[in-house]
Each structure stands twice: as structure tokens, then as C-alpha cells.
């Protein structure tokens, strides 16, 4: 599997972006699918992730929304509100089991900078 993150940018706090998350080489169907994000200087954090139920961190609690298409083989995330602290290097990432330690594959990272 081949994931491929875009839908990163430059945005002023307040604003929204939508990342997606596109799969290729295998459906993903079978795998639990989520996004990371990493700041400068910051170890990468799991923020939300969908499988049979979605998971948030607190941190994107009420203002991200993740979902999936898989027909399309997609996860998308929907975030809102957005804040200078949300600037990081956004990852999607795929497993089976839902291992977020050590997720079977990485997409390539979108970068989103939110200015205030």
C-alpha cells in the first residue's frame, strides 16, 4: 500500500483545512486508518484514527473530524478552528490491527502552518 497525503497549507488561525489521504496497491477496506501530525521539536502524536469507531485525541476533539470512503480508498481529515499550535507535518498512516505504535504504512507527510 501506497498512501499519498495532500490538502496541506497556509491557513490563519480560525480557518479550516481538508487533508486526504489517498491509498494505492490495495484497498483499504481491512485497515484501520489515521492521522499523525508532527511539530517542530515534537514527537509525532496519534490524533485521530477509524476503524469500526473513530478515536480522537484530545487535542482534536471537537474540532477535526476523520472519515474514510472506501470506495474511493480514502481517510480524510476535516479540521476546523485551527491554531498556531496545530502547525505541524500532518501523516496519514494504515494498519491492520490498529498498532498506532508502529502502523504497517506511513504516508509521506503534508505540511499546515497556521499563522495567527
Known amino acids: 500500500v501506497q498512501l499519498q497525503a495532500c490538502g496541506g497549507g497556509l491557513v490563519q488561525a480560525g480557518g479550516s483545512l481538508r487533508l486526504s489521504c489517498t491509498a494505492s496497491?490495495?484497498?483499504?477496506?481491512?485497515?484501520?486508518m489515521a492521522w499523525f501530525r508532527q511539530a517542530p521539536g515534537k514527537e509525532r502524536q496519534l490524533l485521530a484514527s477509524i476503524s469500526w469507531t473513530t478515536y480522537y485525541a484530545d487535542s482534536a476533539k471537537g474540532r477535526f473530524t476523520i472519515s474514510r470512503d472506501d470506495a474511493k480508498n480514502t481517510v480524510d481529515l476535516q479540521m476546523n478552528s485551527l491554531k498556531p499550535e496545530d502547525t505541524a507535518v500532518y501523516y496519514c498512516a494504515a494498519d491492520l490491527r490498529s498498532n498506532w505504535g508502529a502502523p504497517r504504512y506511513w504516508g509521506q507527510g503534508t505540511l499546515v502552518t497556521v499563522s495567527s
Open positions: 496497491g490495495r484497498t483499504l477496506l481491512n485497515y484501520a
